[in-house]
């Protein structure tokens, strides 16, 4: 997963470092079947960025593995800040935004709602809040200043729920 989080072009400098200085040198030694898997897996798509489509460089992942993972993150969460929630019966909705101008002024608009942590200077950062009707929940996790994965969860999701990729609550 570091692999994959660590490769986003526009990360932060300690994210930049971590690849350079961890991730690559081990694909490179240890992990070479990792490697050979990733160099396949690149990918030019063709992504509105509001001037039209524009051709971006991506790796392009299993989505499962990428899905149970932002889960069990969501849930580590939940029972660190929220012990007291009962979040076994939650059906959980995992989304990885484009970062196209509109999706960037959707998720920095529900950032701005969020309560705000970090761990490390640039290397996780996270936004959390329940929602208005205490419903639902909302995360929103950037990894190396740029890879973002949000997660929202709840009992049950509105049948009007609007979706994006990933479905933002209303707050």
């Known amino acids: 997963m ?21 991730v690559f040198p081990k694909l490179l030694s240890k992990d070479k079947k990792l490697f ?12 509105d960025m509001g001037n039209g489509p524009m051709p971006v460089r991506v790796i392009e992942w299993n989505k499962e593995p ?23 019966q939650d ?8 970062l196209t101008p ?17 761990r490390g200077t640039g290397i996780f950062d996270f936004w959390h809040r329940r929602t208005s009707d205490q419903l639902g929940w909302l995360w929103i996790f950037v990894f190396f200043g740029n890879a973002c994965c949000v997660v929202t969860h709840a009992k049950q999701f509105p049948k009007d729920h609007p979706y994006f990729d990933p479905p933002p609550p209303i707050l």
């Open 2 to 22: 570091r692999a994959w989080l660590s490769t986003v072009i526009a990360r932060s400098p300690n994210g930049s470092w971590i690849f350079d200085q961890k």
């Open 36 to 47: 050979q898997k990733i160099a396949k897996s690149r990918a030019i798509k063709f992504v």
């Open 66 to 88: 990428v899905q149970r993972w932002m889960i069990r993150c969501t849930k580590a969460m939940m029972a660190t800040f929220y012990p007291d929630y009962d979040y076994s």
């Open 91 to 98: 059906l959980f909705h995992v989304g990885v935004p484009y």
């Open 102 to 118: 509109k999706n960037v002024q959707i998720v920095q608009g529900l950032m701005s709602m969020c309560n705000r942590d970090s």
